[in-house]
């Protein structure tokens, strides 16, 4: 993690006591250092070191806030203020988020924990955060305008509440909320049990992440806001494949996976290899009398799912929105389709006017994987990856799950691409092919009867 200096004299600096709200607001001085992460990296769990132990969770490409105890309160600090996010390497968007990241940090907390969360306004404009699932008093909602005054430039506002029950929430702002959230304003809750639970399973590994979308004009740096629909740019936490990480994890792991979603779209979660349960949602965890196995869940607007299954399968596993258009980059909303028509002896002759012109599409799209085509500064290609067998012809939202036996707990390093074993690989036949089966025909030359119905005014009459 970046700022190292600055982390520790998060933990250690010493600070004014505040007993209470009103308190806290009038006590800025003693405010926690904010931490600031600029890595795009996915950041190793923060293991707790004050306060309730827990198993920490792992953010896919993002990090853990850290806190400081105070009189038992656990304080965080965040800030919002506009970032640069790396989308993927050479393409970075200018955003809006918190403590230097869209989305901002995971924070975790425990069942029980009072927790304060000092948040510092360095948008243009007010803010608010809304701290969604939570149950809390109405006055720490943060909706602007209905149970606060919005946060004006510059100032910072205190939030108080006890996380009252486990789960997977998510944070964003309740204010200008088209505007504020199309420019990536929006992080993830952990509340973790405080004692064993009996619909909450203890997992050998944890992660967590948000779906995304951003509408950017290729050769642009800042998201359309007024966008509905025609979204480009789709994202797990930002990030766009191939520059998402692999949830990388050791054979017979128990694995828990939290998804939210802050895009306008739903988004079906589907993993290769494995079924998995829905273990939770927004409402927290579910009976596991209402669990069935899937290997596809949909994530509605708005919503938490949580799953977890046993990876039990070796190997790399793709793990990808089951909407096509979501595992592609940049992609034209005009393009037209040309599969099927003939540009023999065209192309030449229209490069001779554009001479970076490329014929796409009248096969389909899959040459793109492979086409070193020109695209605008500060853009992705639509479709890219490349695995050890070729082009992937993915993009957007697609990351790989990998398993391995020799993987070591704790560890979370990326292993490389799966070795085969021998015979285990689907592979090209140049044997005999056998008769295709067709069904037998039929004898009977008999009409089929029929018998027409037509309507009347009292009715149908045959």
Same mark, same amino acid.
């Given at each position: 993690?970046?700022?190292?200096?600055?982390?520790?004299?998060?933990?250690?600096?010493?600070?004014?006591?505040?007993?209470?709200?009103?308190?806290?607001?009038?006590?800025?001085?003693?405010?926690?250092?904010?931490?600031?992460?600029?890595?795009?990296?996915?950041? /190793?769990?923060?293991?707790?070191?004050?306060?309730?132990?827990?198993?920490?969770?792992?953010?896919?490409?993002? $990090?853990?806030?850290?806190?400081?105890?105070?009189?038992?309160?656990?304080?965080?600090?965040?800030? @919002?203020?506009? &970032? &640069?996010?790396?989308?993927?390497?050479?393409?970075?968007?200018?955003?809006?988020?918190?403590?230097?990241?869209?989305?901002?940090?995971?924070?975790?907390?425990?069942?029980?924990?009072?927790?304060?969360?000092?948040?510092?306004?360095?948008?243009?404009?007010?803010?608010?955060? *809304?701290?969604?699932?939570?149950?809390?008093?109405?006055?720490?909602?943060?909706?602007?305008?209905?149970?606060?005054?919005?946060?004006?430039?510059?100032?910072?506002?205190?939030?108080?509440?006890?996380?009252?029950?486990?789960?997977?929430?998510? =944070?964003? #702002?309740?204010?200008?909320?088209?505007?504020?959230?199309?420019?990536?304003?929006?992080?993830?809750?952990?509340?973790? /049990?405080?004692?064993?639970?009996?619909?909450?399973?203890?997992?050998?590994?944890?992660?967590?992440?948000?779906?995304? @979308?951003?509408?950017?004009?290729?050769?642009?740096?800042?998201?359309?806001?007024?966008?509905?629909?025609?979204?480009?740019?789709?994202?797990?936490?930002?990030?766009?494949?191939?520059?998402?990480?692999?949830?990388?994890?050791?054979?017979?792991?128990?694995?828990?996976?939290?998804?939210?979603?802050?895009?306008?779209?739903?988004? #079906?979660?589907?993993?290769?290899?494995? %079924?998995?349960?829905?273990?939770?949602?927004?409402?927290?965890?579910? /009976?596991?009398?209402?669990?069935?196995?899937?290997?596809?869940?949909?994530?509605?607007? +708005?919503?938490?799912?949580?799953?977890?299954?046993?990876?039990?399968?070796?190997?790399? $596993?793709?793990? *990808?929105?089951?909407?096509?258009?979501?595992?592609?980059?940049?992609? +034209?909303?005009?393009?037209?389709?040309?599969?099927?028509?003939?540009?023999?002896?065209?192309?030449?002759?229209?490069?001779?006017? @554009?001479?970076?012109?490329?014929?796409?599409? %009248?096969?389909?799209?899959?040459?793109?994987? %492979?086409?070193?085509?020109?695209? #605008?500064?500060?853009? @992705?290609?639509?479709?890219?990856?490349?695995?050890?067998?070729?082009?992937?012809?993915?993009?957007?939202?697609?990351?790989?799950?990998?398993?391995?036996?020799?993987?070591?707990?704790?560890?979370?390093?990326?292993?490389? #691409? =799966?070795?085969?074993?021998?015979?285990?690989?689907?592979? %090209?036949?140049?044997?005999?092919?056998?008769?295709?089966?067709? /069904?037998?025909?039929?004898?009977?030359?008999?009409?089929?009867?029929?018998?027409?119905?037509?309507?009347?005014?009292?009715?149908?009459? *045959?």
């Amino acid at each position: 993690m970046t700022n190292t200096n600055s982390r520790r004299q998060f933990f250690a600096g010493a600070a004014a006591s505040v007993a209470g709200l009103a308190v806290a607001r009038s006590a800025l001085a003693g405010l926690p250092e904010p931490v600031i992460q600029t890595s795009v990296e996915t950041a /190793p769990p923060l293991i707790p070191t004050t306060g309730r132990p827990y198993n920490p969770v792992v953010t896919l490409n993002g $990090w853990t806030l850290p806190w400081r105890m105070n009189n038992g309160v656990k304080e965080f600090h965040l800030v @919002a203020e506009p &970032v &640069v996010r790396e989308v993927s390497p050479g393409f970075k968007v200018n955003m809006w988020g918190y403590n230097g990241q869209s989305p901002g940090p995971t924070i975790e907390v425990v069942e029980g924990d009072r927790v304060r969360i000092f948040v510092t306004n360095k948008l243009p404009e007010h803010t608010t955060i *809304h701290w969604h699932g939570q149950r809390l008093p109405s006055g720490m909602d943060g909706v602007g305008g209905l149970n606060q005054r919005a946060i004006p430039v510059g100032k910072t506002y205190v939030y108080e509440f006890e996380a009252r029950r486990p789960g997977t929430f998510m =944070y964003h #702002p309740h204010a200008d909320e088209m505007v504020q959230m199309a420019m990536g304003m929006m992080g993830m809750w952990v509340t973790h /049990p405080k004692a064993k639970h009996p619909h909450i399973s203890e997992v050998d590994r944890d992660f967590c992440f948000l779906l995304n @979308a951003f509408d950017v004009e290729p050769g642009s740096k800042t998201p359309k806001v007024n966008t509905m629909t025609d979204f480009n740019i789709w994202c797990w936490n930002s990030r766009v494949f191939p520059a998402i990480d692999t949830l990388n994890v050791r054979l017979n792991d128990r694995v828990r996976i939290r998804v939210g979603n802050l895009t306008m779209t739903n988004h #079906p979660i589907h993993l290769h290899g494995h %079924e998995f349960l829905v273990t939770g949602t927004d409402g927290g965890p579910t /009976p596991p009398s209402t669990r069935w196995y899937e290997v596809t869940t949909d994530v509605a607007v +708005g919503q938490m799912r949580q799953i977890e299954l046993i990876a039990d399968e070796e190997g790399d $596993w793709a793990m *990808h929105c089951h909407k096509s258009h979501h595992t592609m980059n940049a992609m +034209g909303h005009d393009v037209p389709t040309l599969i099927g028509v003939d540009h023999r002896g065209l192309v030449k002759k229209i490069q001779k006017v @554009a001479p970076d012109y490329m014929l796409m599409g %009248e096969r389909g799209m899959a040459d793109m994987g %492979e086409m070193q085509m020109p695209i #605008p500064d500060n853009t @992705a290609p639509m479709m890219t990856g490349t695995g050890q067998f070729g082009p992937l012809e993915m993009g957007g939202m697609f990351t790989v799950f990998k398993v391995r036996k020799d993987q070591k707990p704790g560890d979370y390093k990326d292993p490389g #691409p =799966y070795k085969f074993p021998e015979g285990t690989v689907a592979y %090209e036949w140049n044997g005999t092919l056998p008769p295709t089966p067709r /069904p037998a025909a039929s004898s009977d030359t008999t009409p089929a009867a029929a018998t027409a119905i037509k309507p009347s005014a009292k009715g149908m009459s *045959h």
